[in-house]
T-cell receptor, first 111, second 110 residues
Framework: DTGVSQNPRHKITKRGQNVTFRCDPI?????LYWYRQTLGQGPEFLTYFQNEAQLEKSRLLSDRFSAERPKGSFSTLEIQRTEQGDSAMYLCASSPQETQYFGPGTRLLVL | RKEVEQDPGPFNVPEGATVAFNCTYSNSASQSFFWYRQDCRKEPKLLMSVYSSGNEDGRFTAQLNRASQYISLLIRDSKLSDSATYLC???????????FGTGTRLQVFP
């Protein structure tokens, strides 16, 4: 499978715990994006990397959220001190230029 | 007000029907537009890009009116497999992020 992959696919955690998600983009894509989607809404942009450089962060990305793409390949999104409002689908997308291709997402439930 | 607005539906149509979805955007910095399809509990998948000249892909036709800041998607001869949520998406000229509408849900029944 040469598409975008994300792990884990599901995560249940207790409020206050830290969680980390991983995204492996399509290998030749230098652009990588994170989005969050809640029920009944479209995906909302969180952050964007070109190679290893984080070029934009949404104001939705509070200081509890951090994303990295250390070698310009895979990326991680960490949420510290999770809150119930963090429950959502976290989607990763990659792109060679304009078209973004999405991974299957990580569904997070914070109890 | 959301930057990209869509009627959430649902649109319930019989097989074979023609259905049209509309979308408006408010940011004139939006440069590129797309329709994505999202099945229940799945990731969004690109359906088609949208151009001012209009573009067609089989049973699907998309149209962009920049003066009115209006985008449309027409589906002809609906199939059961067309049942999904259709997301209207804008991309700004000076950034790569996508701005999604809330999506319009389509249910095609036999």
């Amino acid at each position: 499978d040469t598409g975008v992959s994300q792990n884990p696919r599901h995560k249940i955690t207790k409020r206050g715990q830290n969680v980390t998600f991983r995204c492996d983009p399509i290998s030749e894509h230098n652009r990588l994006y994170w989005y969050r989607q809640t029920l009944g809404q479209g995906p909302e942009f969180l952050t964007y990397f070109q190679n290893e450089a984080q070029l934009e962060k949404s104001r939705l990305l509070s200081d509890r959220f951090s994303a990295e793409r250390p070698k310009g390949s895979f990326s991680t999104l960490e949420i510290q001190r999770t809150e119930q409002g963090d429950s959502a689908m976290y989607l990763c997308a990659s792109s060679p230029q304009e078209t973004q291709y999405f991974g299957p997402g990580t569904r997070l439930l914070v109890l | 007000r959301k930057e990209v607005e869509q009627d959430p539906g649902p649109f319930n149509v019989p097989e074979g029907a023609t259905v049209a979805f509309n979308c408006t955007y408010s940011n004139s910095a939006s440069q590129s537009f797309f329709w994505y399809r999202q099945d229940c509990r799945k990731e969004p998948k690109l359906l088609m890009s949208v151009y001012s000249s209009g573009n067609e892909d089989g049973r699907f036709t998309a149209q962009l009116n920049r003066a009115s800041q209006y985008i449309s998607l027409l589906i002809r001869d609906s199939k059961l497999s067309d049942s999904a949520t259709y997301l209207c998406v804008a991309r700004h000229y000076n950034t790569d992020k996508l701005i999604f509408g809330t999506g319009t849900r389509l249910q095609v029944f036999p």
